[in-house]
């Protein structure tokens, strides 16, 4: 007989397990079903693991390349990676057994095996540990995430490889071909650029992480060019090919055809949608002309009683944003009001060095919505921590409404840009002003003050610029 949910969460990542103590959180009898990635890509072998790797390669930058700077000197230094990785592991595994805590917190059913849909809300799961169970719900929640796209007519190999072989790996190539400057390109470029692989970026826009506001793009190529890392931008990757020893990467740009070669060339062109072996064809969900499960404000599909979120939507494909809609979709499913997501507000970081942290409009896409735009700019070199720490690369800047000064994007990068962002996100949210921003008294020295800094400039009184 099978057992019967209120709740079935299918894919316990930053989405799945989220909606899954949200529900049980509401007083619904709740079950989550996992395969191995207890708190998915992102925990496993994404967000985690990487910013540990990032923190290993800052350090690392700055003791080969700033050590006299800051007074050290060494009689050679060793910078190994095995340990940096061994590190990383167990930063994620620890974050991972802190899912299955916060699981067994919340009362909710752990089924550690492979969930396949045999209807629109039954699954039967092939357990880890042999056998199978079947279970039924009344509602489920599929979080299924999203797989790496590999270019047209390109495989994986053991040159040709996606994030999950490098991220998995103890070891760093002597040189690599990063395809796509994205989120992932960068940030795994700054990493094996700083444990000495020679990296090469090719991109197919015209600048790299080119979904930023162009001056932060530019800012970034500059920085990375100095860290001598090859950038090749508005270049059509057209085929990825390997052979015993190397990695062939041929590129269209300005007309031409440019070949590549490397020990290992890593594809980071985004997210496709995961293949279906996991009966989602048997829910009788609707999909979108990409391929994405098709959802509303609520995280509903067209069939009742299912909801998706998180990557496997395609709406915007960040962990945070998945463990929004996780918490919306549980409510929804509740019968509590909910509150849709302005995706064009959400935060998005990226980990590169300098980080880059910006939400809502760039200035660009901020004209062409037509509005009346006012642009207000602070750079690190004015801020006093940020001298300090001796992190002055970059700037901030605000894109407002001129009239009533409505905040419409902001786009940070410099030192902890990451942790900055809430500030303006809050304010964005409750719509306050810059004035406003730069009402509320700041601690100095801080890097945070470089906001109330921000918010002086935009109302055309800058204090320490
Ligand atoms: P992405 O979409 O961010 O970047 C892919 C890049 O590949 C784009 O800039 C695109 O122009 C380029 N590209 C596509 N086809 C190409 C071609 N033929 N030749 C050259 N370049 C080409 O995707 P990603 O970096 O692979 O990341 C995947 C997902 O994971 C994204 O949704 C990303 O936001 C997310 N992610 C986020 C973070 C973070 O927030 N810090 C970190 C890692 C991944």
Same mark, same amino acid.
């Given at each position: 007989m099978a057992k019967t949910y209120d709740v079935i969460v299918l894919g316990a990542g930053p989405g799945g397990y989220v909606a899954a103590i949200r529900a049980a959180q509401l007083g619904l009898k709740t079950a989550i079903v996992e395969k191995q990635w207890w708190g998915g890509v992102c925990l496993a072998v994404g967000c985690i693991p990487s910013k540990a790797l990032l923190h290993n390669a800052h350090l690392t930058h700055l003791m080969t390349h700033r050590a006299a700077e800051f007074g050290f000197a060494f009689d050679g230094l060793t910078a190994d990676y095995a340990v940096a990785f061994k590190r990383s592991r167990e930063v994620a595994e620890g974050r991972m057994k802190g899912v299955n805590f916060l699981m067994r917190k919340n009362k909710i059913d752990q089924y550690h095996g492979w969930g396949t849909f045999d209807g629109p809300k039954a699954l039967t799961v092939a357990l880890n540990d042999g056998g199978e169970e079947r279970i039924e719900a009344k509602h489920v929640i599929i979080a299924t995430g999203a797989v790496a796209r590999l270019l047209p007519g390109t495989k994986t190999g053991p040159r040709v490889i996606t994030y999950l072989e490098q991220i998995l790996s103890d070891r760093v190539p002597k040189d690599i071909i990063i395809i796509g400057a994205g989120a992932i390109g960068v940030e795994f470029a %700054?990493?094996?650029? +700083? %444990?000495?692989? @020679? /990296?090469?970026? /090719? #991109? %197919?826009?015209?600048?790299? /992480?080119?979904? *930023?506001? !162009? #001056?932060?793009? @530019? !800012?970034?190529?500059?920085? %990375?060019?100095?860290?001598?890392?090859?950038?090749?931008? $508005? +270049?059509? /990757?057209? $085929?990825? *090919?390997e052979t015993e020893n190397e990695a062939i990467v041929v590129y269209e740009k300005d007309g031409k055809e440019e070949r590549l070669t490397a020990e290992y060339a890593m594809q980071a062109v985004g997210w496709a949608p995961r293949e279906d072996t996991y009966g989602l064809a048997s829910t009788g969900v609707a999909l979108n002309s990409r391929g994405w499960i098709e959802v509303d404000s609520r995280m509903a599909t067209n069939v009742p009683g299912v909801y998706a979120i998180g990557d496997a939507t395609g709406i915007v494909q960040l962990a945070h944003v998945a463990s929004a809609q996780g918490i919306i979709a549980a409510e929804a499913i509740a019968g509590r009001p909910t509150k849709a997501l302005d995706y064009i507000m959400m935060p998005r970081c990226t980990y590169c060095q300098p980080q880059i942290a910006s939400f809502g409009y760039t200035e660009k896409q901020a004209r062409e919505q037509g509005f009346d735009v006012k642009v207000a700019k602070f750079p690190w070199v004015a801020n006093g921590k940020a001298s300090g720490l001796g992190e002055t690369a970059g700037f901030l800047k605000l894109v407002t409404e001129a009239k009533y000064g409505e905040i419409l994007g902001a786009h940070l990068i410099g030192p902890e840009v990451t942790e900055l962002l809430p500030e303006l996100t809050l304010a964005q949210q409750f719509e306050m002003t810059a004035a406003e921003i730069g009402h509320n008294v700041h601690a100095h020295p801080t890097l945070s003050e470089a906001l109330m800094d921000l918010a002086h400039v935009a109302e055309g009184m800058p204090i320490n610029l």
């Open positions: %700054y990493v094996l650029n +700083a %444990y000495g692989t @020679k /990296v090469t970026m /090719v #991109e %197919y826009l015209p600048s790299i /992480v080119p979904l *930023e506001d !162009e #001056e932060v793009s @530019k !800012e970034l190529d500059r920085q %990375y060019r100095r860290l001598g890392i090859q950038v090749i931008t $508005s +270049a059509r /990757v057209v $085929s990825v *090919e």
